[in-house]
């Protein structure tokens, strides 16, 4: 079985401010991970995967995310938050022997204030 | 960009009528899926369909739940007497890696339809 936990329902930044959204995984094979971003009205949009490549993985809108094998984690982090960021992300994780199935978490909604 | 879209955006029924929910995937993708969000909840997975057949299903998938590729370019999924705990956001997705290659598929994901049941 795998799962995604999100830590926080709800994060606030100030514009131009770090932004760190919290993932952890829990897989039993290694995972496939994935970062989804849903704007308002809109589906879900691909931000950025990890396929077991490099483990820093670089995706659209200047956002990245870093696998951590030790830690479990695959926390999403933008240096400058914009007010264009303001939407729900979703962490997921897919198992590499049945690559279709994504397992996601319960979502981040990300507040950008100015 | 090829996109997936779904119609309708938003479908009100009542309790117990049939309901179809209709998505056009990306032309060239194998592979088809439909998750659903109930209010507040995770994105679940439901099912999953390749080859004009059913390759895994959830829990949720029950009896009450079809799927179909009618035409060659629409999918659909029928549920057959709804329920009010059926109301949520549904989505469709598509993904076009074969899956004999090594490597994650990619979901690209329609904007959802949101069904209530009263």
Redesign the interface.
Known sequence: AQSVTQLGSHVSVSEGALVLLRCNYSSSVPP?L?W?VQYP??????LL?Y?SAATLVKGINGFEAEFKKSETSFHLTKPSAHMSDAAEY?C?V?N?G??????????TRLQVTL | EPE?T?TPSHQVTQMGQEVILRCVPISNHL?F?W?RQILG?????LV?F?NNEI??KSEIFDDQFSVERPDGSNFTLKIRSTKLEDSAMY?C?S?G?D?RLS??????????SRLTVL
Do not use: D, I
Not at chain 1, 41 to 46: A, F, K, R, S
Not at chain 2, 103 to 112: D, E, S
């Open positions: 496939y994935f989804y009205n809109q589906g879900l949009q691909l995967k396929t979703f997921a897919s590499t049945t690559a279709s199935k994504l397992t996601f978490g319960t979502g | 997936v779904q592979y899926y998750y909840q995770k994105v679940e997975f999953s390749y390759s895994e989505f997705a993904s890696r899956r490597g994650a598929n990619v979901l690209t994901f329609g904007a959802g």
